[in-house]
Structures are given as structure tokens and as C-alpha cells.
């Protein structure tokens, strides 16, 4: 069933949706998705098969529910660190405070998202079933991610502190060199919460550096 045919699905109980996500996750991790079967996937969350059809449609749904939700939640995790660090380093006095907001943002970061298990599974499930999920392509999930970031570098670059011209390639970069370096490391080095935290920290500074007001500049 490709994704334009797939029946319409129900909203359902909360609790449900989250058993049959964590069960599809791991069944999925574990086993792979093409060797996974529906029956498998409601009997390790407790509900009925029919229940698995009836909020998901098909194996191809419940997939992208379980990328989704992996999504939902680093969207979340995102805004908050963004928050309690880079906002208050809107009004940072000078270079040193911004780089203790950016470092310790970048650090938290790789903690909340890079040594959880849930995110780090949705990554391999993206990466090993890319041809199966077409609707990632332009996500709104992954706008959101941006925006999140670019508006408070574009916050920053307003006190002078930082000098962007497009704050969403800022937001960009600095995924580059803090999680999208991590996801590229090999999976025993990304277990490695020390390890981890040194390439955050590191890119943040970089980041920091490669922005910075030039002399004679707009900063």
C-alpha cells in the first residue's frame, strides 16, 4: 500500500499510541521493519491487531509515526534547552557569557538527544529505510528544528555579539558541527557521554568563532 492509498486512521487513546510506538520502535530496531509484522508489534504493546491497523493504517504508517513522534519529541527538547540557554544570552554583556550559553547548550543538547536511545533509534530507522519514507523530504518537523535554532541566533545578532545575515544557514551550520558530527561518529564513540559532549562543546566555539564581529564590521 503506498502512502497516498493508505486508509484513514483515528486519533485514539494516548497511552495506546505510546505502547504501540515504543513497541514498533524496538521491533523495528531489533528486527527490521520488513521482517517485523503487525501481529508482533500489538502483541509486545498489549493491544489488538486491529487496534496497531486502526491508528497507524499499515506498517508504513506506524513507521512514520515512530520517526514522527521521535521528532515531536526532539522538537520539544530543542525549544526547551534554546530557552534556558540562548535566551538568556540575548542579553549577554560580552563574548564570554555567550560562549558559556553556547557551550552549555550544545552540551545539554547532546546529552538530552545523542545519548537517547529513543532519538538515536529513530536515526537508524531513517537511515536504514530512507526509500520508505518520502514524506521526510521537507518535513515541517525539520523547518520547525531550524526556526527554533535561527531565531535565537537571529536574537543574538541583534545585540551585536553575533554577525548573521541568514540566520537559518547560522542554525544550519551549527548543526553541522555539533549533532550532525556526533550521528556520524560510530555508535560505541557516540555512547561515550564525554566524547560526545567534547564535539558539542567544541562545535559550539567553532560556530561561535566563524561568526564573531569582524573589525569594522556590522558588530
Avoid: C, W
Avoid at 558530527?181 to 558539542?200: F, K, S, T, Y
Amino acid at each position: 500500500m503506498t502512502p497516498t492509498t493508505r486508509p484513514p486512521v483515528r486519533q485514539g487513546q494516548a497511552h495506546k499510541r505510546a505502547a504501540i510506538l515504543a513497541a514498533a520502535r524496538d521491533l523495528f530496531v531489533r528486527t527490521g521493519v520488513e521482517r517485523t509484522s503487525m501481529d508482533a508489534v500489538a502483541g509486545a504493546a498489549g493491544v489488538s491487531k486491529r487496534t496497531v491497523y486502526d491508528y497507524y493504517g499499515d506498517k508504513h504508517g506506524l513507521l512514520l509515526g515512530v520517526v514522527e513522534a521521535a521528532g515531536e519529541g526532539a522538537l520539544a527538547t530543542l525549544r526547551d534547552l534554546a530557552d534556558r540557554h540562548l535566551g538568556a544570552a540575548d542579553a549577554a554583556a560580552d563574548a564570554d557569557a555567550l560562549d558559556r550559553a553556547f557551550a552549555g547548550f550544545a552540551a545539554e543538547l547532546g546529552s538530552a538527544l545523542l545519548l537517547s536511545s529513543d532519538y538515536l533509534a529513530a536515526v537508524r530507522l531513517i537511515r536504514e529505510n530512507e526509500p520508505l519514507l518520502p514524506e521526510l523530504d521537507d518535513h515541517p518537523l525539520d523547518e520547525a528544528h531550524a526556526q527554533v535554532l535561527a531565531a535565537r541566533i537571529a536574537g543574538i545578532a541583534r545585540t551585536g555579539l553575533l554577525e548573521v545575515d541568514d540566520p537559518l544557514l547560522a542554525a544550519a551550520h551549527f548543526q553541522a558541527l555539533t549533532t550532525l558530527r556526533v550521528l556520524n561518529e560510530p555508535a560505541a564513540r557516540r555512547a561515550q557521554a564525554e566524547h560526545v559532549r567534547g564535539i558539542m562543546t567544541d562545535g559550539a566555539r567553532v560556530f561561535l568563532r566563524a561568526y564573531a564581529p569582524r573589525p569594522g564590521g556590522r558588530g
